[in-house]
C-alpha cells in the first residue's frame, strides 16, 4: 500500500517557492528541489508537473501572495519622488536579509533578472506581470500629470519603463555588490533621473 501524502500541491510549491526564492530559481536540480518538498519524484509529477510547471507555478504562487496588493500602492502614491525613494530604500536595506524570506529581495525581481534562461511558459508569465506593473505605472504617471506634478507633454510610457526597469536594476545591484557606495551611488542616479521628470 502507497504511503499517504499529507501534502497538497500548493504546500509542495510553496516549499519549492521559498528554496527557489532563497537560492535562486536556477540554483536546484530538479531532483534537489524535489528533495527539498518532502514528497517522492512521482508524487511531484502527479501533483505539481514537471521542473518547468513547478518554476512557473512558484512564481505564480508568489505574485498572487505577496504582490498583488503592490498595484494599489502604486497607483495611490502622490509623490513620485518620494514613492520611488522609498521603494529604492527598503530595496537597499534588505540587503543584509537576503536569505529571510520576510526581509529579502523580491523573488519576482530576482527572477525577472534571469528570464531569458526560462522555458517559454514562465516567460509570458513574468511578461503578464510586467504588463500588469507597467499598468499602474502608468496609472500613476497619468494621475500625477493630470495634478500637475508632471509635465503633460512628457511620453508616460517611457518613464513607467525607466521606473519599472531601474527598480529591478537595483534590485540586480543590491543582490550583487559588495560595495554600499556603488548601491548609493546608482540610487541617487535613478532618483535624480525621476526628480528631473517632476516638476
Known amino acids: 500500500m502507497a504511503r499517504p501524502i499529507n501534502l497538497s500541491a500548493n504546500d509542495i510549491i510553496e516549499k519549492c517557492m521559498l528554496k527557489y526564492w532563497e537560492k535562486g530559481i536556477n540554483s536546484f536540480s530538479f531532483n534537489s528541489i524535489i528533495k527539498c518538498s518532502g514528497v517522492s519524484k512521482p508524487s511531484m509529477y502527479r501533483l505539481v508537473g514537471d ?3 513547478l518554476k512557473y507555478r512558484s512564481l505564480k504562487l508568489y505574485y498572487q501572495k ?16 518620494e514613492f520611488i525613494r522609498k521603494i529604492l530604500e527598503n530595496i537597499k536595506n534588505k540587503k543584509e536579509g537576503i536569505t529571510d524570506f520576510n526581509k529579502g529581495l523580491c523573488y519576482f525581481q530576482k527572477t525577472r533578472i534571469i528570464k531569458y534562461t526560462l522555458d517559454k511558459k514562465t516567460k509570458y508569465l513574468i511578461s503578464r506581470i510586467d504588463s500588469k506593473f507597467l499598468k499602474s505605472y502608468l496609472r500613476l504617471i497619468n494621475k500625477l500629470k493630470t ?8 511620453n508616460s510610457e517611457y518613464l513607467a519603463q525607466y521606473i519599472y526597469n531601474s527598480i529591478t536594476f537595483f534590485v540586480n545591484t543590491v543582490q550583487n555588490s559588495s560595495s554600499t557606495t556603488e548601491i548609493d ?9 525621476i ?5
Open 147 to 154: 495634478n500637475g506634478q508632471i509635465d503633460k507633454s512628457l
Open 66 to 81: 505577496n504582490l498583488v496588493g503592490f498595484h494599489l500602492i502604486i497607483e495611490n502614491a502622490t509623490n513620485l519622488s
Open 185 to 193: 551611488n546608482i540610487e541617487k542616479s535613478i532618483l535624480k533621473t
Open 51 to 53: 521542473e518547468d510547471n
Open 195 to 199: 526628480e528631473n521628470y517632476v516638476k
